[in-house]
């Protein structure tokens, strides 16, 4: 029992999908659940529609007709202009347009769920018709009815023992099964979605309730490099990953595979494939049990344009507990990510993320209680596994205005030179 996930990049033209499908054939079409993202770009396509939607602009019919125009661009290089899959997409395209002319819903989250959902609908009928065309027999299905959530949206909760109880009792795994990754529903057939890397988090939830042998999710580069190319001109392929040294890399920051993916593959050991749908021969990076890191090497994770905060009382007196927990209220309510904490006797710093741009609303209400240095647009690079040639590789990039070490991470906050 073997579960594949593509994600968007690979099937985002005909050409992609073709390449998709000879990957299935030459890897075995039974005993395989096969999970599939959203065209190309297609989910930042569809999230300009709820834009569109949600705020009544003139815009919505032009956006609509972009995503229509795209999938049958693509299928004009699959299919001859009679054949049925047409006709299945136009019945996907009308279920999108009913729901946008009958809806009364206010509520964001529930609407973005609603429609961003068509997206991994379009795809998996798109690349099941083309698998049936080309003679490779597969069961389509609509992950709706077998993964079940709350009505959290946009960030849904599995039911794992009713999902567990519809999987393993209708889902009929010993063939080619075609599916959605990210969407689910909830007890009232409503569409939910299952947050950040949902898709991953799908193929770990058909593992976990199938027993599965392994999860492989396909991907543009050759597995998980020991650092981001576009940052660091020499990388290594990390051969093997431990669980617990994925989930340490992914809680810095890396994009390894998100910790919610990892959980249940862990727990009955199931183990994770990164590999690459360009060389799809290729071994690619293994996720399992055991050694935590081959090669054993230092691993680099950076974020950019970060906020350096340092805050002190204005009467120099001790940053003590009550003072520290009113400032993480204040970051959590302001939606500011804490990616690094370091604190003295009179000063409290943080590294921060204003993924929601809230950080100056943060700063407005904190100014009249403390003293606070602000400096914007730096990096934090991390480093699991470090040694000083590795310390010495970030330090030359910029200024350091902090580091924090712990036994086997080093962490360095650099102003960027102009040149880097």
Same mark, same amino acid.
């Given at each position: ?14 050409a992609?999908?073709?390449?998709? !499908? ?10 395989t ?25 003139d815009?919505?019919s ?21 054949? %049925? ?17 009958r ?11 609603? /429609?961003? $959902? ?14 049936? =065309? /080309? ?5 389509? *299905? ?21 999902t ?24 009232? %057939? ?7 890397e949902g ?9 976990? $309730?199938?027993d599965?042998?392994?999860?492989? @999710?396909?991907k ?7 650092? +981001?190319p ?13 669980? %617990? ?9 890396a ?8 959980? &249940?593959? %862990?727990? =009955?050991? /199931? &183990? ?25 090497? &230092? ?24 003072? /520290?927990?009113? @400032? ?22 943080v $590294?921060?993320?204003?993924? *929601? ?12 209680? *403390?003293? @606070? ?5 730096? +990096? ?5 596994? *470090?040694?000083? =040639?590795?310390?010495e590789? @970030? ?13 086997? !991470?080093?962490q ?9």
């Amino acid at each position: 029992m073997k579960i594949f996930k593509f994600g968007g990049a690979s099937v985002k033209d005909a050409a992609s999908v073709k390449n998709v !499908t000879q990957i299935l054939q030459s890897e075995g079409t039974e005993n395989t659940v096969v999970i599939i993202s959203a065209m190309g770009k297609i989910t930042n396509a569809f999230e300009e529609v709820i834009e569109a939607y949600y705020n009544k602009t003139d815009a919505l019919s032009e956006k609509l007709g972009i995503i229509e125009e795209y999938h049958k661009n693509l299928m004009s290089n699959l299919f001859d202009d009679e054949d %049925e899959i047409y006709k299945e997409i136009d019945i996907l395209l009308g279920e999108l347009s009913w729901f946008l002319a009958r809806n009364t819903s206010q509520r964001y989250n529930y609407v973005y769920d609603q /429609i961003i $959902c068509f997206g991994e609908l379009l795809s998996t009928k798109i690349v099941s018709a083309y698998l049936t =065309k /080309i003679g490779v027999e597969n069961t389509w *299905f609509d992950v709706r009815n077998y993964i079940k959530t709350d009505s959290n949206y946009r960030d849904a909760k599995v039911d794992w023992e009713l999902t567990q109880e519809i999987i393993s009792t209708k889902l009929d795994a010993s063939k080619l099964n075609i599916t959605q990754g990210f969407i689910a529903a909830n007890d009232t %057939e409503n569409t939910t979605t299952l947050g950040r890397e949902g898709s991953d988090y799908t193929a770990g939830i058909f593992a976990y $309730c199938l027993d599965a042998e392994s999860v492989t @999710i396909w991907k543009d580069v050759p597995g998980v490099l020991n650092a +981001d190319p576009r940052v660091f001109t020499d990388t290594t392929l990390l051969e093997q990953i431990s669980y %617990e040294e994925a989930i340490e890399m992914a809680f810095y920051g890396a994009s390894v595979i998100h910790p919610k993916t990892l959980q &249940p593959l %862990e727990r =009955k050991e /199931i &183990p994770l494939l990164v590999r690459s749908f360009v060389n799809p021969k290729e071994k690619g990076t293994s996720v399992t049990k055991g050694t935590r890191l081959v090669p054993y090497i &230092p691993c680099f994770i950076v974020k950019k344009d970060q906020i350096l905060v340092s805050i002190s009382a204005l009467d120099f007196s001790f940053m003590v507990e009550n003072n /520290i927990s009113y @400032i993480f209220k204040k970051l959590h309510d302001y939606q500011l990510k804490v990616n690094l904490i370091q604190n003295s006797a009179i000063s409290f710093s943080v $590294c921060i993320d204003n993924k *929601f741009n809230k950080f100056n609303e943060f700063y407005e209400e904190l100014k009249t209680q *403390f003293k @606070i240095e602000v400096q914007k647009g730096v +990096d934090l690079f991390t480093v699991r596994h *470090f040694d000083d =040639k590795a310390i010495e590789s @970030i330090e030359e990039k910029g200024n350091s205005l902090l580091t924090q070490v712990n036994k086997e !991470t080093i962490q360095i906050v650099l102003k960027a030179n102009e040149n880097n």
